[in-house]
């Protein structure tokens, strides 16, 4: 108990470093450039006390519980007793490992679906275009964009192929659908890569790539581990500009018909 | 209806953490069907990551968000050029640094990069390596931040910088060491979560709406994108000059 708490305490402590800059930031500012007090300086202060206690925890939470959740799935997934295939066998076919694509591709899709900051994005973009985009039909377009994008990555994992050259590609078909997307919805889109990896989602994502990297054979953490997150915020953009410009095509003949 | 904000905030985590869960539990039931090692801590780890993530947000919605937000307008309207830029970039900086996904992230990388041997497996070694990755991160957010309010300001089409963005990527990725491209192209995605978006959406928000002939729902977007290209070339920038 004690030796847990000396640790609590010093993770409190270097946590105290990563809020620093930030709560130098707005009081500085508000100080010297705004030149007025703290409306609440009470509330500010209780504020950042909370912070503080949750990054420590929220940290605490990940080494326990997320990451080795993450770590186990990807062990278990790709065992060679799982798999049903002589442990001692150095190629296993990529189509073996089905359930890691099923898996990756069913946390994408749930993780997203339940976004609080898509939902917002969402309606935001419902508003934007004049209800030819539906807040409800874009989720399910995002939370299945990440979905295949989290199993390709797998993929990638499971055979070792280049990142580069996916996400490059993926980029490329990016700026081709810019060209053709509505206007009014192209921020929107790009946006929208940005908020489906939450603060949850990021740490077990990783550490499901690290686990697939060092339990496949042929495969190291260092290079083929890292790039899930990648894909993840690539493929909400294709979505997103995919959507918006089926919806838009849509409207266009629904209304050149009547 | 609950009314107590702290439950509330309990019950939204509660359901961030859901999906990954379900799919989880779905998958250990009916799928591997072997029995999951040491359970109690995963689930001690979880209420962990619940009751962190509660007090993280509950926290910030009490003070970071309201004098951010408010500072954000301000800065905006006041029309200093030179303080609003200095503000944008240093709003980008302090956000990322704290953001607890990059922390995490940072550490995991550097864990992995020392064993390989790419550093030295020592804890000063493996914690400048981590602080290394997370201010080129942050660097690189701080100067999107500021390049994306100047395009609010500007007027310049946002496509020209995201643009730049990707070319940056392509250019730089041939020259990265192939150890730090995986860490570099997820450190886009890793940046933009709960601190930096909402502060960074308040700014572009305010600036498209106190600049006549702007459109907040179509100029104050565009910020966060450009913000998870940056990270991607600054990453592999540190991974060339270390």
Not at chain 1, 159 to 175: A, K, Q
Not at chain 2, 145 to 155: F, H, K, N, S
Not at chain 2, 177 to 192: F, K, L, N, Q
Not at chain 2, 202 to 215: E, H, P, Q, Y
Request: with cysteine.
């Amino acid at each position: 108990m004690i030796t847990w708490l000396q640790h609590f305490a010093l993770a409190i402590l270097t946590t105290c470093s990563d809020v620093l800059p930030i709560a130098a930031i707005i009081i500085g500012f508000q100080l010297l450039v705004i030149r007025k007090p703290l409306s609440n300086p009470k509330k500010t202060l209780i504020g950042f006390v909370y912070v503080l206690l949750g990054i420590a925890f929220f940290l605490e939470g990940l080494e326990m519980a997320l990451f080795p959740l993450g770590k186990l799935m990807a062990a278990q997934l790709t065992s060679p007793e799982f798999l049903g295939v002589s442990p001692h066998s150095k190629h296993i076919p990529w189509q073996a490992y089905y359930w890691v694509y099923l898996f990756a591709g069913c946390i994408g899709f749930a993780t997203t679906l339940a976004e609080p900051s898509l939902l917002a994005v969402a309606l935001k973009a419902q508003q934007i275009s004049g209800d030819t985009i539906n807040a409800w039909g874009l989720r399910i377009a995002v939370s299945i964009g990440v979905a295949f994008g989290i199993a390709l990555g797998a993929f990638r994992i499971v055979t070792g192929t280049d990142l580069y050259f996916y996400i490059v590609t993926g980029y490329v078909f990016v700026l081709i659908q810019t060209l053709f997307a509505p206007k009014t919805i192209i921020g929107l889109a790009y946006d929208s890569g940005g908020v489906t990896t939450s603060t949850v989602t990021v740490p077990l994502v990783t550490a499901l790539g690290l686990g697939l990297a060092s339990t496949v054979p042929g495969r190291n953490p260092l290079i083929d581990g890292f790039g899930l997150i990648a894909f993840a915020s690539l493929f909400p953009i294709i979505a997103v500009l995919g959507y918006a410009q089926i919806a838009h095509w849509l409207s266009n003949r629904a209304n050149s018909n009547t | 209806m609950i009314t107590n904000p702290f439950v509330k905030q309990l019950l939204a985590s509660f359901l961030d953490l859901l999906p990954i869960l379900a799919v989880i539990v779905f998958f250990q039931i009916f799928v591997v069907q072997q029995p999951i090692p040491d359970l109690a801590n995963l689930i001690l780890g979880t209420v962990f990551v619940v009751v962190g993530l509660t007090l993280f947000v509950r926290g910030l919605e009490l003070s970071l968000f309201p004098v951010g937000e408010a500072m954000a307008y301000a800065f905006a309207r006041k029309g200093s050029l030179f303080w609003l830029l200095l503000f944008a970039f240093c709003l980008g900086f302090g956000t990322t640094i704290a953001e607890p996904a990059l922390i995490a992230i940072a550490k995991e990388a550097s864990r992995i990069a020392s064993q390989a041997g790419i550093i030295a497996a020592t804890e000063p070694a493996k914690e400048n390596y981590a602080l290394g990755l997370r201010i080129s991160v942050a660097l690189s957010v701080g100067f999107a931040i500021l390049l994306g309010v100047l395009r609010i300001i500007r007027g310049w089409p946002l496509y020209y910088l995201i643009i730049g963005g990707y070319c940056g990527v392509i250019i730089i990725t041939p020259f990265a060491p192939p150890e730090i491209i995986g860490i570099a192209y997820d450190s886009g995605g890793v940046t933009t979560s709960t601190i930096t978006v909402p502060l960074v959406t308040a700014l572009g928000v305010g600036l498209a709406s106190a600049i006549k002939g702007r459109n907040p729902l179509i100029d104050g977007f565009g910020l966060i994108a450009f913000a998870s290209l940056t990270p991607m070339v600054f990453v592999m920038a540190y991974g060339l000059l270390r």
